[in-house]
């Protein structure tokens, strides 16, 4: 079935130390997406990708890195800057076109915890 | 400001009955599109329905319809027939077009609890 898979599904995170978090799809999406989500309340955009070797900063880039060196796969690293890193990371793709009607579909998401 | 706002944090239905879930949008695009996913308590997002701004009749998908009022810029969520599977998180969105007609990025609100009540 095609879909996106993060993993891991859980991690902690030592102070000091950068982890990174794991998004593959197999959907033939050109666009990959990170988007932190804190408890009550929506989605907020990380970094995104419309094109391999290509990514741009969201909203709350800061402390975070990401690289997409395959149109599969979009890693994203919590950096040691990163200084409240407790949250739900979302990973999602979509197709890129002309028009707003292409929807983001997501993964199961990976819950970063700090130890 | 907030481009998405969803004013209702929680909401309660009865088993089978209808629920309206609101949401409202600030834009001065012409040109967008709304739409709504579900996130059950293990925290995937399923999307459930998309309306564009020229669209002149309101989406549905099953059980789910989307009441657009454009003046109003209003796209609410009506799911009929509530079920116990319904209960969730529920999250309204807007994706605003980039100069050229590129897809802008999704926008969120901070999304309504719905607990259905046996």
């Known amino acids: 079935d095609g879909g996106i898979t993060q993993s891991p599904k859980y991690l902690f995170r030592k102070e000091g130390q950068n982890v990174t978090l794991s998004c593959e799809q197999n959907l033939n999406h050109d666009a990959m997406y990170w988007y932190r989500q804190d408890p009550g309340q929506g989605l907020r955009l990380i970094y995104y990708?419309?094109?391999?070797?290509?990514?741009q900063k969201g909203d709350i880039a800061e402390g975070y890195s990401v690289s997409r060196e395959k149109k599969e796969s979009f890693p994203l690293t919590v950096t040691s800057a990163q200084k409240n890193p407790t949250a739900f990371y979302l990973c999602?793709?979509?197709?890129?076109?002309?028009?707003?009607?292409?929807?983001?579909?997501f993964g199961d998401g990976t819950r970063l915890s700090i130890l | 400001a907030q481009k998405i706002t969803q004013t209702q944090p929680g909401m309660f239905v009865q088993e089978k009955e209808a629920v309206t879930l609101d949401c409202t949008y600030d834009?001065?695009?012409?040109?967008?599109?709304l739409f709504w996913y579900k996130q059950p308590s293990s925290g995937e997002m399923i999307f459930l329905i998309y309306q564009g701004s020229y669209d002149e009749q309101n989406a549905t998908e099953g059980r789910y319809s989307l009441n657009f009022q454009k003046a109003r810029k209003s796209a609410n969520l009506v799911i009929s027939a509530s079920q116990l599977g319904d209960s969730a998180m529920y999250f309204c969105a807007m994706r605003e077009l980039n100069y050229g007609g590129s897809q802008g990025n999704l926008i969120f609100g901070k999304g309504t609890k719905l607990s259905v009540k046996p």
């Open positions: 990708s419309q094109i391999v070797n290509d990514f």
């Open positions: 999602a793709s979509s197709m890129v076109g002309q028009g707003s009607h292409q929807p983001q579909h």
């Open positions: 834009t001065s695009d012409q040109s967008y599109g």
